[in-house]
């Protein structure tokens, strides 16, 4: 019986290490994002009139050598723009969805009332114009993963700039791993499932199976969990997110490579690494 019950627990921790392994290869983008710090959805500041998610956040990261996150959608007319939420209720005070929305509705809005715009994903690339990395998270959806993997990919492929790539959503990983295995990927997680099975799976990081990411972006708040933990030990970048302050990057940053942040300043910028 005893033996049963050890092969039992050996399977079992098999299956999970099977599940949770991220890539075995080592991307050369490592060395990029290694002490990199990345400003969430631009520099940002309503304070200061500088919405989040503007061409005019992303203009005050790129002239301090921040890297930048964004965060990419897929319109009802098949453009990529650069949005955080799935409606512009918060930020643009419309009740309408990203995704069902076209183009020249989303161009209508404003962002915090302010003269800002939504972004397309072109007009960044434009302006960035590869002065500082990029790191793109992907909101995909079971209805437009493979839409928007492949529209933006059509843009990205053009670009002459560094960029990384990562969502919540597992699918667009395995996207990646299958169709641009030469673009590093992560996956973004935390242990707050919201009543949500399928959440708390991938916070687990128990989707790695699928996309075997290169790095794990991860909720610096749970940052001794066990799964972060075991992926980091079998090879994974960590990436923290998001710090609000130098004390909470502080606490924990011995645990990561790379570094997302808002509402303040770190005290080194991507420039003094590079």
């Keep these: 019986m005893e033996w049963i019950i050890v092969a039992v627990v050996l399977a079992l921790m098999a299956l999970y290490l099977y599940l949770v392994f991220p890539a075995l290869r080592r991307h050369p983008d490592r060395v990029l994002m290694k002490g990199m710090y990345v400003a969430h959805r631009g520099l940002h500041s309503v304070e200061a009139g500088i919405p989040e998610n503007s061409m005019r956040a992303y203009g005050v990261a790129k002239g301090l050598g921040f890297g930048i996150e964004i965060d990419i959608h897929l ?8 949005f955080h939420d799935d409606t512009a209720t918060r930020v643009c005070g419309k009740d309408i969805v990203i995704e069902k929305s076209t183009l020249a509705e989303l161009k209508e809005l404003r962002l915090q009332d302010s003269d800002e715009q939504i972004p397309t994903l072109k007009e960044l690339l434009e302006f960035i114009d590869g002065e500082v ?8 959806k079971v209805n437009n993963c493979a839409a928007l993997c492949v529209a933006a990919d059509k843009i990205l492929s053009q670009y002459k700039g560094k960029y990384i790539v990562q969502s919540f959503y597992p699918p ?8 641009r295995k030469d673009i590093c990927r992560g996956q973004l997680a935390t242990p707050d499932g919201k009543n949500s099975f399928e959440k708390w799976m991938a916070g687990c990081l128990l989707f790695n199976f699928m996309s075997r990411p290169d790095f794990i972006s991860y909720d610096f708040q749970y940052t001794r969990n066990f799964g972060r933990s075991m992926c980091a030990s079998l090879g994974a970048m960590s990436v923290g997110w998001t710090f609000c302050s130098e004390e909470e990057l502080s606490s924990v940053k011995s645990f990561y490579s790379t570094y997302i942040f808002e509402n303040f300043l770190p005290e080194k910028p991507y420039e003094d690494l590079k």
Excluded: C, M, N
Excluded at 172 to 179: A, K
């Design 75 to 82: 319109t009802a007319d098949g453009e990529v723009v650069v």
């Design 133 to 140: 990395p990029l790191l793109i998270e992907f909101k995909a």
């Design 172 to 179: 667009v990983l395995r996207w990646y791993r299958r169709h």
